[in-house]
């Protein structure tokens, strides 16, 4: 008796406990598909790459010296508003560029030759550039946003001083006078802050006319129309106080 109920106990446990007590190793299964050797691939893809890579390695500009991003302004954000509003010009009358400071996502240019990859890693988001219309009001309330984030990028034309206590910015001129109640400014920004990014939301219901022409694509028109080296401009078109 104690035979069967231990050979019932056996059986019981094998039952419950699955394949476990019963492993059985099994060689694996050849494969009937044969991969492509990665020497295959890399015959594929060969002829993109090198173009790709002739694309990226073009140099299309020079550096005069280390172009650094800083706020509130930098000799690299100072050029980049500067540049992207002379290329603007040849679309529509155009005041002044304001970019976003994270939008540039290189910490700095070195000195030297300046190559069309670089300028994808710097400017890498596919935003379109938007010219939107702003009244005097309207122009100071987005000049106290720029200040409250520390500042933005901005052409030559724009100047303000940034209270650093009350976040606000002060002294506002265009062109060196101050803002005129009855004018309209064109300003020319990527489309992402057109659409509110940012926290832009009071642009939301300005005028505007959309460019058909991607942030970076107008940087590298940029280089592609100034054969010329870039000097750092460092100019105090927006200082703290």
């Known amino acids: 008796m104690k035979f069967i109920k231990y050979l019932w106990l056996f059986f019981l446990l094998s039952a419950c406990s699955g394949p476990s007590l019963f ?31 002739n694309k990226m390695s073009l140099v299309i500009g020079t550096a005069d010296s280390i172009l650094y991003k ?25 005041d002044i560029c304001i ?5 540039i996502r290189l910490p700095n240019i070195g000195k030297g030759d300046i190559t069309t990859g670089q300028i994808y890693e710097l400017l890498p988001f596919d935003n379109y550039l938007s010219v939107l219309s702003f009244n005097k009001t309207e122009l100071e309330g987005f000049a106290n946003h720029i200040a409250k984030k520390g500042g933005w990028p901005i052409s030559e034309q724009l100047n303000f001083v940034i209270d650093t206590t009350k976040r606000i910015a002060k002294n506002i001129t265009f ?67």
């Open 23 to 53: 492993k059985q190793i099994s060689k694996p299964k050849k494969s009937n598909y044969q991969l492509f050797e990665d020497k295959t691939v890399t015959e594929i893809i060969a002829p993109y790459k090198l173009s790709l890579d």
């Open 70 to 94: 800083a706020r509130p302004e930098s000799p690299l954000t100072n050029f980049l508003a500067d540049a992207i509003l002379k290329v603007a010009k040849k679309e529509l009358e155009v």
């Open 99 to 103: 970019l976003n400071y994270g939008g």
């Open 175 to 241: 062109n060196k006078a101050a803002l005129n109640d009855t004018s309209i400014y064109q300003i020319v920004l990527p489309d992402y802050i057109a659409n509110g990014g940012d926290d832009c939301t009071m642009l939301a219901n300005l005028p505007r006319t959309d460019l058909s022409i991607l942030l970076r694509d107008a940087m590298i028109d940029y280089f592609l129309d100034n054969k010329q080296t870039v000097k750092p401009v460092l100019d105090q078109r927006t200082k703290y106080e």
